[in-house]
């Protein structure tokens, strides 16, 4: 597929894309990105956030294609459908995005899909384990029976065959991380998929740390882990209160745009 350009546009989907629940979602979705950037979880102008609009199973926002994500305001983000139309926006969107993100939305159902190759996370896709070991940091127990291993990987998703093998691979769980490849963080809300996101990472970062150490790792037992897990998905206010600190501290960069 070449790089999506603006189709022929029904006139629902420019009032749709301006509505006040729309613009909100954009908004959060170009704050993900610029804290996304903010934490060192971007590459360059690569991968992928995306979110279905309430009440729209075919269709999504997601980021353009070519903008660095600490750059990235509300009317940048794109809406596209599954099919990969672009519907609204000034912007092309990265053919890999169609097809990764518009076969997870359509196959697991999830709301939010965030996809990075941030280095950690990405880093224990390289090892035979190819994940996170839910029992070691309290961080990676809240996380526990939540993870899905895409084991093999199978080059650039570049067909529809391919984002949906990896969107299967996910099984009903909320993270997946892709062999040889990165990671996806999926959620209700984009400020509880952000939240995992930020976590995952820095649940990964001190694995890793601890693993180079090359002292023996000190796991808890499963059930304690699948406790604690409980207890962080049973309330959920600190992840929407992180998010508020973001948009306090990343604002839109207006005079960029």
């Known amino acids: 597929m070449q790089d999506t350009v603006r189709t022929t546009l029904p006139e629902s989907a420019d009032a749709q894309y301006a509505a006040p629940r729309v613009r909100q979602l954009r908004e959060d979705l170009a704050l993900a990105l610029r804290a996304a950037a903010h934490h060192g979880l971007s590459e360059g102008v690569c991968n992928h956030f995306s979110v279905m609009l309430p009440g729209a199973q075919d269709r999504y926002l997601i980021n353009p294609r070519g903008l660095h994500w600490s750059e990235v305001g509300p009317d940048d983000i794109v809406l596209i459908d599954v099919n990969g139309a672009v519907l609204a926006g000034r ?43 839910t029992t070691l940091s309290q961080n990676a127990m809240r996380f526990m029976d939540r993870l899905a291993i895409d084991a093999d990987y199978n080059g650039l998703a570049l067909d529809d065959a391919e984002g949906e093998r990896i969107a299967r691979a996910m099984a009903g769980k909320d993270v997946a991380f892709l062999a040889n490849h990165g990671v996806v963080v999926a959620g209700a809300t ?51 209160l992180f998010f508020e600190s973001l948009r306090r501290m990343l604002p839109a960069p207006a005079a960029l745009r």
């Open 91 to 133: 912007h092309r969107v990265e053919p890999t995005a169609l097809f990764i993100h518009g076969a997870i939305h359509r196959i697991t159902g999830h709301a939010v899909v965030l996809h990075v190759h941030s280095p950690y996370a990405t880093a224990l896709t390289l090892t035979a384990d190819r994940a996170l070991d």
């Open 190 to 240: 984009i400020a509880h998929a952000y939240d995992d996101l930020y976590y995952l990472e820095r649940a990964c970062l001190h694995q890793v740390i601890a693993q180079s150490t090359g002292r023996p790792l000190a796991p808890v037992n499963a059930a304690l882990a699948a406790r604690v897990a409980a207890q962080v998905q049973s309330e959920r206010e600190q992840s929407d």
